[in-house]
């Protein structure tokens, strides 16, 4: 039985993304039978593989997949889209997202510029400075994205970790960037922007969440008001995993709600069980 009432899982992947399996349908199901009370779909659109990935015909699979699953009387399901990297082609990211009628928007960075994904970088045979280059970039991308304030949540803010830590690299620490993190959480703050707490690294070799507790805290502690919790979900067995690990991190640095966004609009969910 779940820990906590009224849950939300805001990030999950249809088989509309490059990367995903199941359709909204199936994805719903498994929800449901969780159970959740309100989920969002929020395919990939990594917007400097617009081409590669096919996202104008993936855009428009996506959204009219989650709109044949939207007239739920058992859930609430929100319209949503994970603009990845948006910051490196600003007017197409803008008029992608005009295309449909948005509830929720996860902005993310995946990959820094012309560069793959962080999944993809051989960290083994890299040196200690290389890879504390690369999370410099990393997060001068994400005060950028921050700023750019055109997204509801900021997700997984502490995504390397999870290649870097799988690859053995355990003596890599973020405290260095814990200035940048401080911009990053003030930026977010005066925009109204919420912070994600993202479950998937709980069941991957970095053992945590991202971002880790640590960083949920200060974010509370520099005033952060808007909370929101996802799975990241690919497949239907993860829809839904760990998200009571979440809601108790969010707890346990203050937080008496988590949010999620309808019309683009902050709703608070009272933290209860």
């Not at 994805?27 to 779909?41: D, R, S």
């Not at 997202?97 to 560069?115: A, C």
Request: glycine share 6%; charged share 30%; net charge negative.
């Amino acid at each position: 039985m779940a820990a906590y009432k009224n849950r939300i899982d805001l990030h999950m992947h249809t088989s509309s993304s490059f990367d995903g399996n199941f359709p909204a349908s199936e994805m719903v199901e498994a929800a449901v039978n969780a159970p959740f009370a309100t989920i969002a779909f929020t395919d990939h659109f990594d917007v400097d593989f617009y081409e590669r990935h096919n996202l104008g015909t993936r855009q428009q699979t996506s959204y009219e997949d989650i709109m044949s699953v939207v007239d739920n009387d058992k859930i609430r399901i929100l319209r949503g889209i994970e603009m990845g990297q948006p910051t490196y082609d600003v007017e197409l990211t803008e008029k992608s997202l005009e295309r449909y009628e948005y509830d929720f928007v996860i902005g993310s960075i995946h990959n820094l510029r012309n560069m793959p994904d962080f999944g993809d970088l051989d960290y083994k045979s890299m040196t200690e400075e290389r890879i504390y280059e690369l999370l410099d970039e990393y997060f001068n991308e994400m005060l950028l994205l921050a700023k750019w304030n055109g997204f509801d949540t900021l997700a997984h803010l502490t995504y390397p970790m999870r290649y870097i830590v799988q690859a053995g690299r355990k003596e890599i620490e973020l405290s260095r960037f814990d200035g940048i993190v401080d911009e990053i959480f003030k930026t977010l703050i005066a925009n109204g922007k919420a912070l994600e707490i993202n479950t998937s690294g709980l069941r991957q070799p970095i053992g945590k969440t991202m971002p880790t507790e640590d960083y949920v805290r200060r974010y509370k502690e520099l005033g952060g008001e808007y909370l929101t919790l996802g799975s990241d979900a690919h497949f239907t067995q993860h829809v839904g995993a760990n998200i009571d690990d979440g809601y108790a991190i969010a707890e346990r640095c203050g937080f008496e709600y988590v949010t999620y966004f309808e019309n683009r609009k902050p709703v608070k969910v009272k933290i209860e069980k």
